[in-house]
T-cell receptor, first 113, second 112 residues
Framework: AQSVTQPDIHITVSEGASLELRCNYSYGATPYLFWYVQSPGQGLQLLLKYFSGDTLVQGIKGFEAEFKRSQSSFNLRKPSVHWSDAAEYFCAVGDNYGQNFVFGPGTRLSVLP | DVKVTQSSRYLVKRTGEKVFLECVQDMDHENMFWYRQDPGLGLRLIYFSYDVKMKEKGDIPEGYSVSREKKERFSLILESASTNQTSMYLC???????????FGQGTRLTVV
């Protein structure tokens, strides 16, 4: 069965510091991987996605993620965090039919001024 | 841009009431989803639909039903609301194939 784990429930970083949010997945076939961000009281917005090809993918708002098949990981990174990045971040895995999305529990990011 | 619209941002209902949550998408997507979001649990799939009048149970369908009479509209029904159904409900849609899901803004339902 598909599953996604995000080991960190809550992370706090200072503005300007670098960020890495961890995501591990379990999936029997080629995974389609996503990172979404949710600002308070809002729906989910797609940050980036990986289907195939280059294992380092660039997304919106200066985020990037690296797919590592050997570690079953898809960690999200940003070199310099802004206060507006404070939100909840969800990693997800999907299939090639666009029907089976499994989400991780989320990581809440707080940013200190 | 794809738009997924949920009819209410906030709802307060009484225990035992029948509750309808409506979701409309404007991009002719085949797939539509209802998720429930609770702290520490992430998003859990309640039901999804891959075509008009077609539905599949997700991970937590108990206490819920759905209706999809038109392609653009997917309704979530709480037959008899209970306090443990107090939650954030998120609707999403996606086209077929390995594509992303597009989300509505969510409905925060409180059952008192």
């Amino acid at each position: 069965a598909q599953s996604v784990t995000q080991p960190d429930i809550h992370i706090t970083v200072s503005e300007g510091a670098s960020l890495e949010l961890r995501c591990n997945y379990s999936y029997g076939a080629t995974p389609y991987l996503f990172w979404y961000v949710q600002s308070p009281g809002q729906g989910l917005q797609l940050l980036l996605k990986y289907f195939s090809g280059d294992t380092l993918v660039q997304g919106i708002k200066g985020f990037e993620a690296e797919f590592k098949r050997s570690q079953s990981s898809f960690n999200l990174r940003k070199p310099s965090v802004h206060w507006s990045d404070a939100a909840e971040y969800f990693c997800a895995v999907g299939d090639n039919y666009g029907q089976n999305f499994v989400f991780g529990p989320g990581t809440r990011l707080s940013v200190l001024p | 841009d794809v738009k997924v619209t949920q009819s209410s941002r906030y709802l307060v209902k009484r225990t035992g009431e029948k509750v309808f949550l409506e979701c409309v998408q404007d991009m002719d997507h085949e797939n539509m989803f209802w998720y429930r979001q609770d702290p520490g649990l992430g998003l859990r799939l309640i039901y999804f639909s891959y075509d008009v009048k077609m539905k599949e149970k997700g991970d937590i369908p108990e206490g819920y039903s759905v209706s999809r009479e038109k392609k653009e509209r997917f309704s979530l029904i709480l037959e008899s609301a209970s306090t443990n159904q107090t939650s954030m409900y998120l609707c999403a849609s996606s086209p077929p194939g390995a594509q992303r899901a597009f989300f509505g803004q969510g409905t925060r339902l409180t059952v008192v």
